[in-house]
């Protein structure tokens, strides 16, 4: 099974400022990678696809990168709505696995 | 506007059965394939099960292998997940997931979830 690392586990950061979460793959997984936001009580929502590709309807400082075993999320300008916790998935094999998740607080 | 309506959660004595719905609308649900993901409380997610969109094709996570059947009615619109010898660590709200029409498999789209709790 392909594990999913992600970093940090929590995060502080302050309106307007950029942060960046990180997940690492044990494998490579071909850029087969999403990002998910889940607000407190809520269900998941997709931000990211194939690591880099916004899916509809998702703000554009929201944005993916990475390659092989290393992805990462940037959200720049945070604004409060941004108030969440976020997992990576990947989706080179089954069985489908995710990151542990990164709560994301404001400072 | 794509929706996913999940119930038949509760709560259930460890070893006893319980099955999930999945009410979906929105979209043609015969194009897609499906899945059911859950998330522990206070935990993260895990996928659980995805069936294609004919239900000719199941896969399943190890640890609900030969207890879980996940199954789809086309004509309904509707998704299921048979539970069957529940243990405490199925304890989750299990949330009913749209895979994209690609050939990978992540999820689009979600329900709101549904808890089961295997307690005694």
């Known amino acids: 099974d392909i594990q999913m690392t992600q970093s940090p586990s929590f995060l502080s950061a302050s309106l307007g400022n950029s942060i960046t979460i990180t997940c690492h793959a044990s494998?490579?997984?071909?850029?087969?990678l999403a990002w998910y936001q889940q607000k407190s009580g809520n269900a998941p929502e997709l931000l990211i696809y194939?690591?880099?590709s916004l899916q509809s309807g998702v703000p554009s400082r929201f944005s993916g990168s990475g390659s092989g075993t290393d992805y990462i999320l940037t959200i720049s300008n945070l604004q409060p709505e941004d108030i969440a916790t976020y997992y990576c998935?990947?989706?080179?094999?089954?069985?489908?696995?995710f990151g542990a998740g990164t709560k994301l607080e404001l400072k | 506007e794509v929706q996913l309506v999940e119930s038949g959660g509760g709560l259930v004595q460890p070893g006893r059965s319980m099955k999930l719905s999945c009410a979906a609308s929105?979209?043609?649900?015969?194009?897609?394939?499906m899945a059911w993901v859950c998330q522990a409380p206070k935990k993260g997610l895990e996928w659980v099960a995805t069936?294609?969109?004919?239900?000719?094709?199941?896969y399943y996570r190890d640890s609900v292998k030969g207890r879980f059947t996940i199954s789809r009615d086309n004509a309904k619109s509707t998704l299921y997940l048979q539970m069957d010898s529940l243990r405490s660590e199925d304890t989750a709200t299990y949330y009913c997931?749209?895979?994209?029409?690609?050939?990978?498999?992540?999820?689009?789209?979600w329900g709101q979830g549904v808890m089961v709790t295997v307690s005694s």
């Open positions: 494998q490579n997984i071909k850029g087969w």
């Open positions: 069936i294609s969109y004919d239900g000719s094709s199941t």
């Open positions: 194939k690591a880099s």
């Open positions: 998935q990947h989706y080179q094999s089954f069985p489908l696995t």
């Open positions: 929105g979209f043609t649900f015969n194009n897609y394939d």
């Open positions: 997931a749209r895979h994209p029409l690609t050939t990978r498999v992540y999820f689009d789209y």
